[in-house]
């Protein structure tokens, strides 16, 4: 066990707790437990959601993903930061405009109907699942590379912690772990980069020049193709990771938790300048880990590279710099996964049950208990399933969440705002179908079948797209097209008055 790393991980989940207690004696409604009460700054809730979007995929999958792969590895890094274009112009303002809790609300705002509440409540549960074990794998191969706790041992501890955080500090709580866990990732990744950089005099050339001999692969490493080899796959991922993002359920709620429309867009403009040079510094972690550690070295450690930046730390700086960028990891991995369990227990308690079982009559209390079950549910099927995905890359994970959020909510997100003609039809038919061809699809991927230790089945796939974007985001798109004028017509008067509110926050055009 490495000592001193244990005392770094003590001391982040101390802190953490500490601000948990402390939320916990702000958190008494079911605003303050979902949203904050609504009352973060810009500044503030920018650099939440920097935290929330800068995962355990984003530090530890993708410098592992270019330390192993290269260029192939970068277009993690370049569709998570282009996808924030998309957040800020078209998604951001309407969103907060029309809302209140959860992203079902935003549509219920134009079809007041069950089916479209539950829907979306699926929708947001299954991608908040899907993310959450992209973490969970990522703390699993953390904790057993310092502390010697095999792998569900690992998983099971943060998934206590996450559940504690969520249950006792709500909203609050998790927008400040996520506010300190993202300045201690840019400190962190900023020593790292600046430490990798110097090995190279500061040179650009040189660096470039260095890593066409550095690894394996020679020149072929800064070329794409070298791990998506058919150009549609290629597509296929960047559609997901640009897409994505405007539909993701635990980034959409951070709208929620400031005051105002204004304040939201100054939210995304603070998140886009944080999250940019963040990923220009996982160029560094990835060059320097394929450098300095190297691609043995990295696929001992865990064969999806996810140990790349911690074993980069080490070889800079000893288990000092390991032990202490190992642990913002952890905190980065706490942060996000807590946010993913409030935003999973607010789409059941919120939506399901008290609009959908309990037709709105549920009291504030009831639904802050169904909030904390509800937060113990998807902990728990959320843990277990991350226990069969313990050989696959995290940044990859994540991009499969990206891939249904993609082909189940921005279709109808998009229509919603809009198209006129759009109705409770085509936004039921929209998610569901765009939510079970994004599942049924990666279900006969590369990723499920595959050759032995490459896959957690194996067998041969049905499809050869690693993510399966190309086809599942166009199939959302036409399902909510066809469904609205398969379905009965209704009356659009209902459009003009969020059209109106949507871009100017005001409840109607009068």
Known sequence: MNTTAFIFFLLIVGATLLITYYASKRTNSTSEFYTAGGGLTGWQNGLAIAGDYMSAASFLGIAGSIALSGFDGF????????????????????????????????IAARFDNSKVRGVAALSTITISTFYMIAQLVGAGALIKLLLGLDYTTSVLIVGTLMTVYVIFGGMTATSWVQIVKAVLLMIGTFIISVMVFAKFNFSFVEMFNHMKEATPLGEAYLNPGVKYKNGLDTISINIALVLGTAGLPHILIRFFTVKDAQTARKSVVYATWLIGFFYIMTIFLG???????????????????????????????????????????FATILAVVAGLVLTAASAFAH????????????????????????????????????????????????????????????????????WRRFNTAGAVTGMFVGLFTALILVAVSPNVFGPSGKAIFEGTPLISL???????????????????????RESDEKFDEVLVKANTGMKDSA
């Open 466 to 488: 690693t993510n399966p974007a190309l086809i599942s985001v166009p199939v959302g798109f036409l399902a909510a097209y066809l469904g609205t004028f398969l379905g009965r």
């Open 351 to 418: 939506d399901f049950y008290s609009h959908i079982l309990r037709k709105g009559q549920a009291t504030e209390k009831e639904q802050m208990v169904a909030a904390r079950w509800a937060s113990v549910g998807v902990s728990v099927l959320s843990v277990i399933l991350a226990l069969g995905a313990q050989k696959m890359n995290v940044a990859f994970l994540v991009s499969l969440a990206f891939c249904v959020a993609a082909s189940s909510n921005l279709p109808v997100i998009i229509y919603t705002i809009f």
């Open 75 to 106: 277009f993690f890094s370049i569709g998570y930061l282009v996808a924030y274009l998309v957040v800020l112009y078209v998604v951001a303002e309407p969103l907060r405009n029309l809302g209140k809790y959860t992203m079902a609300d935003m």
């Open 287 to 329: 060059f320097g880990a394929a450098a300095f550690v190297g691609k043995e070295a990295i696929m001992k450690a865990n064969a999806a590279g996810n140990m790349a930046a911690p074993l980069l730390a080490q070889s800079l700086g000893g288990d000092l710099l390991m032990a202490f960028v190992a642990a913002v990891a």
